[in-house]
């Protein structure tokens, strides 16, 4: 009797781990395929949006689900002013007297470091996405609602949170995409050294 019972334990504790052990290498399996998608920016975003498209499809199609989309938009607009903030807020690091921002055009340049980077901005959203998606096959989660009023509601408060964003940018002047900045390679500087030795 006392054998079966530590039959029975020694089967019971290796389920646990069996299940942990699988668990554990689908994760690392699944964090590998991110680390290899990192480099392919273009891939990325075109993959989010077919998804995107496909969740704006299938909510079209029911006719339904708009509590779902409208909780959908306000976590999309926390992502996006996350992704479009600092990571240290000029605001706090004037009271903190630490290094600041570049206010004059003389001023070392320093890049802008996002609270929420691509990367994570883009896995973030994606997985929001896909989340709603499967959720709009249970149909409890359907709440009959007016609609335009949740959308109405949605373009307020993106309106006044982007224009809060933009005085904020404009007020610490820093712009948080780096397209039109300027950009230092090894051959201007070589070319600039070159000039200098010439008598």
């Known amino acids: 009797m006392d054998n079966s019972d530590g039959a029975a334990s020694a089967a019971g504790d290796a389920s646990p781990s069996a299940f942990t052990q699988l668990t554990s290498s689908a994760s690392r399996s699944f964090q590998h395929f991110l680390d290899k998608t990192t480099p392919y920016l273009l891939y990325r975003w075109i993959a989010f949006f077919f998804i995107a498209v496909l969740y704006v499809v299938r909510v079209y199609v029911v006719e339904g689900f708009y509590v779902i989309s409208y909780a959908l938009g306000i ?8 992704f479009l903030s600092p990571q240290v807020d000029p605001e706090f690091q004037d009271l903190s007297d630490g290094p600041t921002l570049p206010t004059r055009e003389t001023d070392e340049f320093r890049p802008f470091v996002r609270r929420l980077p691509e990367f994570k901005f883009w896995y973030s959203i994606t997985k929001a996405f896909c989340i709603a998606f499967v959720l709009t096959f249970f149909s409890v989660l359907d709440v009959p609602v007016f609609w335009p009023i949740l959308l109405f509601y949605w373009v307020v408060l993106f ?15 820093y712009l948080p995409f780096s397209f ?5 390679d090894g051959k201007e500087t070589a070319s600039s050294e070159s000039e200098d030795l010439l008598p």
Do not use: C, P, V
Request: aromatic letters at 10%; zero cysteines; charged letters at 25%.
């Open 75 to 82: 976590y999309i607009l926390n992502l996006l002013i996350g």
């Open 159 to 173: 309106t006044l949170t982007m224009r809060r964003q933009i005085r904020h940018m404009l007020k610490y002047k």
């Open 180 to 184: 039109g900045k300027q950009r230092y």
